[in-house]
């Protein structure tokens, strides 16, 4: 699997997926990380990934900033050719923002920021992310964010639901998530935005390894295509 | 030329951030909020001197950057 992450002023996580990403990459070259403000794409890229962080400093909205920066125009271009595309925590907040996923995050009900382990429902495990999981199971992962609470109108929550394109749910809704949404997909599959950081626990080491699956089927899936 | 935004949720989007300053307020005693929605003023300054040319460029910033038209409203205000 060749992957890169995109890196923006403020992204925090990076680095973690990065050695997610390396872990299963099936090869040695290291992930690439690739700055904002370049225009194009490396060729021949399987996956790309947003990370968390504060892009821009959170200003105007989450993401809104890094949405437009031009790095995005090519991954936008990447996804609606069929490129695999994941963002977590803040990189969901970018995808929302970009497009390439419905909906938008607002400001956590309870207003705090909100940093803990979750339980998360896995709703589908038909997508390369997620079927190296039994949907209806339960994971346990990290949230740390302040706008996670996903809001859309109900023809988006309607689609979302019709087409299994609800990945994960939280057990416990910690922040007014409609629907108790934690991440989404688009409508080819192949694009998955989700809070929880599923990078921050693929070592026992870190407390344990629920994201593996996530980052294991994602490579397996790449091997076979 | 000045353009004012003002960005506001769509109604029927919950807003915490409002909902916690009408708490605080009746804290204070100002009894009778009902109810509180925060939203942002952007103000720019443009050199742009034809005054519908000017809405139009900034209803198109609206459009691509300062508004979130998933949840949220804007009105352009030519100053």
Known sequence: MRAAVIQFPGSNCDRDMAVALDKVSGHNKPTQIIWHKESGLPSGLDVIAIPGGFSFGDYLRCGAIAARSPIMRAVVDFANKGGYVLGVCNGFQVLTESGLLPGALMRNAGLKFVCKDTDLRVETSACEFTSGYKAGSTINVPIAHHDGNFNADTDTLKALNDQDRVAFRYVNNPNGSMEDIAGILSENRRVLGMMPHPERLNDPLLGGIDGNPLFESLANAMVSA | ?79
Request: glycine share 8%; proline share 3%; charged share 25%.
């Open chain 2, 1 to 79: 030329m000045i353009a004012r935004v003002h960005v506001t949720l769509k109604p029927g989007v919950l807003d915490p951030q409002g909902a916690a300053v009408r708490h605080s307020l009746g804290a204070l005693g100002f009894d009778g909020v009902e109810k509180v929605r925060q939203g942002k003023v952007i103000e720019l300054k443009l050199s742009e001197t034809d005054v519908a040319k000017a809405e139009a460029q900034v209803n198109e910033m609206c459009e691509k950057l300062l508004a979130n038209t998933v949840i949220e409203n804007y009105t352009v205000e030519i100053l």
